[in-house]
């Protein structure tokens, strides 16, 4: 049984937005960081966003100013706006805790199926 499951992928053409959702079957609410990663075909996951219980974010450079985080702790879900893609955009992505679980931080925290996103130029 997936604890984190994402969704709202899907394929857009350059220049277009996607949103994608992270619904956790437990509370998210004692997790510190939450993290969404990327993992394009042949290469290792990498963490593309973040973002603290106190609202610090964190961007990679390749996405910094075009995707944006947020989290509902009530909801357990976490949030990944993605606007202005690109063709390097395309991978699968996931939502884990910064560092990503199972962990300490995070016991339950194990990878789910990922959203795949795919952007044609």
């Known amino acids: 049984q997936a604890h984190l499951v994402e969704s709202g992928g899907g394929l857009v053409q350059a220049g277009g937005s996607l949103r994608l959702t992270c619904a956790a079957s437990r509370s998210i609410f004692s997790i510190n960081v939450m993290g969404w990663y990327r993992q394009a075909l042949g290469d290792q996951r990498e963490l593309v966003a973040s973002i603290s219980n106190g609202g610090r974010l964190h961007y990679a450079d390749s996405v910094e100013g075009r995707f944006t985080i947020s989290r509902d702790n009530v909801k357990d879900m976490v949030f990944l706006q993605m606007n202005s893609l690109k063709p390097e955009d395309t991978g699968v992505y996931y939502c884990?805790?910064?560092?990503?679980?199972?962990?300490?931080?995070?016991?339950?925290?194990?990878w789910g199926q990922g959203a795949q996103v795919t952007v044609s130029s």
């Open positions: 884990n805790a910064d560092p990503p679980g199972p962990r300490r931080n995070c016991i339950w925290c194990d």
